[in-house]
């Protein structure tokens, strides 16, 4: 389902939450958007998910514009958007297979469907076992499971997720945007996630757009936002990042390349900071490929670490090591299979 919002206005009282706001947002995609407490998230999820109408502007749902349609069709249109949220909305006094169950006895369903669905929802999100667990004995991280699989029931072509991670630990989080992503690619299915951490981003969503004060300031591919943000905004958000613990390595080296490198350079105190590197592709017909760094304190000094492959004549990737030696950086060479 492609969705595409056109100058949409909100505004309450004096408040401008969303000021003409035109996006496309793609079929079959992650589509995140971020901003500050207060930009208009919220709103502008109100007005996509047609919650509420906006004061001027217009939604189409692949072409056909949705949001002047009779309150009748609105509601049918609801039923296949799911929707999750930070603090779940579950009802504690139903199990998590009755939570589920919900939505599809408001479309009345047939009870047998209904059982057959939940079951298969359940294994979808990992708590095939939990049927029958009272809502308050499960985790945060299982809580969002329940959510999302109530979410799928009737079948939505459209998930938003509104701030679903923000009340998880990173790993939990990483857990559960690994079961969006997967999701969504078994259901086909387009999500819009609401957030306010650039990790999100820049783990789950294909598209991202920044939001604040009530407009769209950028937007693009996550991987041309995160190579090249134009804004103040967006660069204070990257400026929060937390390292992808994914790619940090034990002894603190943040590897950024998936292909291995032969070459563990380490550079001790007063090396860390002068131009070693620049000296020898200066002096030495060589190419250093790095794939990661880091540093590190080791009681009062600072150690750097380089991983890299150094490429040239094998003569002048020896010369080469040998001066790197002489400046007193240990060398290490590895075996790696590429
Ligand atoms: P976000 O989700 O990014 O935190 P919101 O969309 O919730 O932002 O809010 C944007 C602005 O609109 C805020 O200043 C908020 O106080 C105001 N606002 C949102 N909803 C309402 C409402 N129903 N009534 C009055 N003001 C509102």
Redesign the pocket.
Known sequence: MQIELKNLVRT??T????QDVSLSIPSNRIFGII????????????LVSLLEKPDSGEVFYDGQRVDDLPEKEIINRRRHIGMIFQNFNLFSSRTAGRNIAYPMEICRYPKEKIKARVAELLELVGLADRADAPISTLSGGQKQRIAIARALACEPDILFC?EATSALDPKTTQQILALIKDIQKKMNLTVVM?T?QMEVVRDACDYVAV?SE?RVVEQGTVKDIFANPKTNVTREFMSHLTTNTQSVREDGVVIWSDVPAHYTLRFLNDRVETPVISDIIREFDVVFNISGAGIQKVGDTKMGTMVCDITGSPEAVNAALDAIRERGVTVEYEEVEK
């Open positions: 309450y009282e408040v401008h939450a969303v901003g500050l407490s207060g930009a208009g998230k919220s709103t502008l999820v109100r509104d609401i306010h939001l009530g």
